[in-house]
């Protein structure tokens, strides 16, 4: 009785969301998000082909390919093939392992990473075309997002690695969908995928976060195959006592899964990365590369502190002297700011390892003050520098670059892949890949489409 | 900061439990608790071989077959072969499908099918010893029966599979302790293991569950190996401020991981059961077979009402009435009663589909009436019979068979092996196989011994 009760709180989402799912077709996808879809695959192809080369990713193919049955599937900027699970898993680890990936705003899930891999690794093994792809692709990321808005920001917060978490029914849902999954199957990948989510934020900064980001495109691929068989799973694996939302949430908002469904697309809601950081520290790059392009580096040489104003939570989000590795630095401003400064620069080499090392680096560190000021939206912040010898100087940023006010635009967007393809070193033709992402409505076969990723023979 | 104030309410559970682990020795283990390691074993394989032709593991063979490299370890009362890692998930899930297999009474964790199934798999792609074995063994289910205990009674009332989310941590140590990783190597595979918990009571009597059981033995195993080539982890993957204990649990009793470690064994806590039901079932079932056997079928058909007085723990879970599948009637007094009074029987036919939509038994299932009643333990209850046209029987159980006061001796283990061997009519050798595990301390090689357990061909 407890049980049913309980239950009647809410809506059948689960029936819902897998109906919509399978009603769902391209003629109701609106132009903007259909483009919206490009540019999300043209920042995942980027992040993927700078993220190929990371010691991380170096051991996990190790370890799986020891455990792959076949080379179905390409490796985004790697020479390894895999079967389709292992590729799935590989590349969504590649284009997450620098948390430099797309961010759902309201939810902070990264949602690509799990459903592109899927649907990629997927398209290798069968001819799927572009908008095929394309609807999957934005059906998952919905999906996720919707599931995670449900739980949000309990859910993240108690420390559960929300894209990892959500990324699995991602990954179901969009594999589900090119396989045309019936409204009972798509229930069933949901429960399989439910059975499956987890990641911890306490793995943030180490190798183990991206075991848990590949499970969520492996294991979701994994429930809607297991599902197309009629493996079957809960009837309300989302909203039933004991699923998903109430497991993993607090006091779930279960409407935000079902609530104008079709009408309004969570991809909307997406922000791209100009810099490889917590996004906190997007406005503060902004200034101080602006700043370090007017002084001029001999000026800098005469700081006696560095002021940021900004809203509480880049304090709290980024406030931590003396790290010591490329990866804790994404998340420092006592580092962010003087690479920004003294080098005027904030790719992925300004937080690698060396650069945390630098000595004129480090002796900056000590001179960042943080100034809480309620009234700064997070994507708002102030530098001033004050010197020994000479007036401030200071740059105010209103709104940050790659914000939802202000997002990449697609040549950014364009020059990130090219960058980060450079900086993987994977050989990879970056060009070519970008003429087929802005063409891939048109696409006929999207597992080309992947090759084209592929580091050459 | 607040990090920093919340990890110091408990030591470095992660770092002692992983240099317990490594340092730990056979040496060390007392002789009953050796004894009960083979029984553990003995019982797994009864439990399997019944789970080997479900149609849940005929499924999920059909899709991990798909995604299997290579036939280097067999699968438990079936034909087929897969690489380590899908044999360890199809076999962890054959021994779970029926839940009927070993309880650790303080958890109600399964611990030993996650744990033994990577184990045997590992030991068909290397030499492993039976005394190495069965060390590992012990260890992985020390792991995770401590770590559940941390979480106990909160995680699985608040909705968490506790055999799955614990299981990789018991697959991971044991696998770990088998290929004699270093205490930093134990500890990022416990960090990996963390990463990739998961499984909901929400799929219980589905097919969903198998998935998590199987990832269980699956992910501890690939958490192991990835540790072994230096993937690595946090720090404090069970006791950090987003760490496992924290996110799964609400007030973790930290120090339930280390308690007594080494010096008390959680296997001493596990229970074997004599029906594939509900634990909480046991009495009830000791009493209506005892009755059934007394009265006779004629005397049955008179029956006017069952009354069945027990801790209401007995209530709350299995009144069920009209259970429609098999699977469901494992917990419904109102199917186990009428099937034990009137076939004698409690085995798994009488949990199966066929016997669920018996019209002889679903006569009586409305008969049955619940009498709280807390002066029982939930060992004990007691049955009685009322006629339309003669005086009431009545049965007492003080304490159920299969319960740590009363537990199955190694005669009934046996016979539960038997009688689950022909269930699943696998073919396989069933006096060989006990006579094998009850020799398994003198073996050289436990790949041989899993071989046993695997169809003929």
């Given at each position: 009785m407890k049980n049913a009760k309980q239950t009647t709180q809410c809506g059948p989402i689960s029936a819902l969301l897998a109906d919509f799912i399978h009603a769902a077709s391209w003629e109701q996808i609106p132009g903007p998000i259909r483009h919206e879809i490009k540019r999300s695959v043209l920042n995942y192809f980027a992040v993927a082909l700078a993220g190929c080369s990371d010691p991380t990713l170096d051991k996990a193919v190790r370890t799986y390919a020891r455990f792959s049955s076949g080379p179905a599937a390409a490796l985004i900027g790697r020479?390894?093939?895999?079967?389709?699970?292992?590729?799935?898993?590989?590349?969504?680890?590649?284009?997450?392992?620098?948390?430099?990936?797309?961010?759902?705003?309201?939810?902070?899930?990264?949602?690509?990473?799990?459903?592109?891999?899927?649907?990629?690794?997927?398209?290798?093994t069968q001819p799927v075309?572009?908008?095929?792809?394309?609807?999957?692709?934005?059906?998952?990321?919905?999906?996720?997002?919707?599931?995670?808005?449900?739980?949000?920001?309990?859910?993240?917060?108690?420390?559960?690695?929300?894209?990892?978490?959500?990324?699995?029914?991602?990954?179901?849902?969009?594999?589900?969908?090119?396989r045309r999954l019936t409204p009972a199957r798509l229930r069933w990948a949901l429960g399989s995928a439910a059975c499956q989510a987890g990641g911890l934020v306490e793995s943030l900064g180490t190798m183990s976060k991206s075991v848990?980001?590949?499970?969520?495109?492996?294991?979701?691929?994994?429930?809607?195959?297991?599902?197309?068989?009629?493996?079957?799973?809960?009837?309300?694996?989302?909203?039933?006592?004991?699923?998903?939302?109430?497991?993993?949430?607090?006091?779930?908002?279960?409407?935000a899964v079902t609530r104008e469904l079709g009408k309004e697309w969570e991809i909307g809601k997406v922000a791209y990365k100009p810099y490889p950081c917590g996004v906190v520290l997007n406005p503060v790059l902004d200034a101080c590369l602006a700043l370090s392009a007017r002084i001029g580096m001999r000026r800098l040489e005469a700081i006696a502190s560095i002021e940021l104003t900004s809203h509480p939570l880049l304090r709290q989000r980024t406030d931590r002297p003396n790290v010591r590795t490329g990866r804790e630095s994404q998340v420092s401003a006592q580092h962010a700011v003087p690479v920004a400064l003294l080098r005027g620069a904030a790719g992925l080499e300004a937080f690698s390892d060396e650069a945390v090392n630098d000595p004129a680096l480090?002796?900056?560190?000590?001179?960042?003050?943080?100034?809480?000021?309620?009234?700064?939206?997070?994507?708002?912040?102030k530098v001033v520098l004050r010197f020994h010898d000479q007036p401030p100087e200071q740059e105010f940023v209103r709104v940050a670059r790659g914000s939802l006010e202000r997002p990449l635009t697609d040549a950014e967007l364009e020059t990130k892949?090219?960058?980060?393809?450079?900086?993987?070193?994977?050989?990879?033709?970056?060009?070519?890949?970008i003429g087929a992402v802005w063409d891939m409505e048109d696409g006929k076969d999207m597992g080309r489409l992947a090759e084209l990723a592929a580091a050459p023979a």
């Open positions: 020479g390894e093939r895999m079967d389709m699970l292992n590729a799935a898993a590989i590349n969504a680890m590649g284009a997450n392992v620098y948390d430099y990936d797309d961010t759902h705003i309201p939810t902070i899930i990264h949602p690509t990473a799990p459903v592109a891999s899927a649907l990629f690794a997927l398209s290798q075309a572009g908008k095929d792809f394309m609807l999957a692709f934005l059906l998952g990321v919905e999906a996720q997002c919707r599931i995670g808005l449900a739980i949000s920001p309990f859910h993240y917060d108690k420390g559960w690695h929300i894209t990892s978490t959500c990324g699995v029914f991602g990954s179901a849902m969009a594999v589900g969908k090119t848990s980001v590949g499970n969520a495109a492996r294991n979701g691929m994994l429930a809607a195959l297991l599902a197309e068989d009629d493996f079957d799973g809960p009837a309300r694996p989302l909203e039933g006592a004991h699923g998903f939302l109430r497991v993993f949430g607090d006091a779930p908002d279960f409407d480090r002796a900056l560190g000590p001179l960042v003050r943080f100034h809480d000021d309620e009234t700064y939206s997070i994507d708002s912040a892949l090219r960058d980060l393809c450079r900086y993987g070193r994977s050989g990879c033709d970056a060009g070519r890949l």
